[in-house]
């Protein structure tokens, strides 16, 4: 009476639910996203509400916006080596948010072209490596 040998399905644990720190991840991934493409997608919008009609301004402005996230992801590497990575997304965070109510506050094209232009940032809560 030699009973069948037991599959490897048979010890298997059962699928569970995302713990917390996966679904908290993806949840700040999201949220990172969103405000990452907020300047350009709506960038063009506000500077036409504020009286730019010409294409090739709004494209320098949101060409300023790609400079500005290439500086930043040059200066990630030296930033990391001084501070912690929960600083460095502290610093992020408050530096697009301080940026963003500059685009929105400040009347003029300026004002939105200077928002558009700094609220990019490369340090999204990156792990040091």
């Known amino acids: 009476m030699n009973a069948a040998p037991a599959t490897p399905d048979q010890y298997r644990e059962p699928a569970q639910l995302p713990d917390l720190v996966s679904v908290r991840y993806a949840i ?6 969103i405000i990452t493409y907020l300047p350009v997608v709506y960038g063009p919008f506000l500077l ?4 730019v009609i010409s294409p090739l301004t709004i494209s320098l402005v949101l060409m300023g916006n790609s400079v500005g996230g290439a500086i930043s992801s040059m200066l990630y590497g030296p930033f ?8 460095a997304f502290a610093i992020c965070v ?3 948010g301080a940026c ?4 929105v506050l400040v009347p003029g094209v300026g004002g939105a072209a200077t928002g558009c232009c700094c609220s990019v940032s490369d340090w999204d809560g990156r792990r040091p490596t």
């Open 28 to 33: 700040l991934s999201l949220v990172i996203g």
């Open 48 to 51: 036409k509400e504020r009286g």
């Open 80 to 87: 990391k080596k001084r501070l912690s990575i929960n600083a």
């Open 94 to 96: 408050g530096w697009i």
């Open 100 to 103: 963003m109510l500059v685009a």
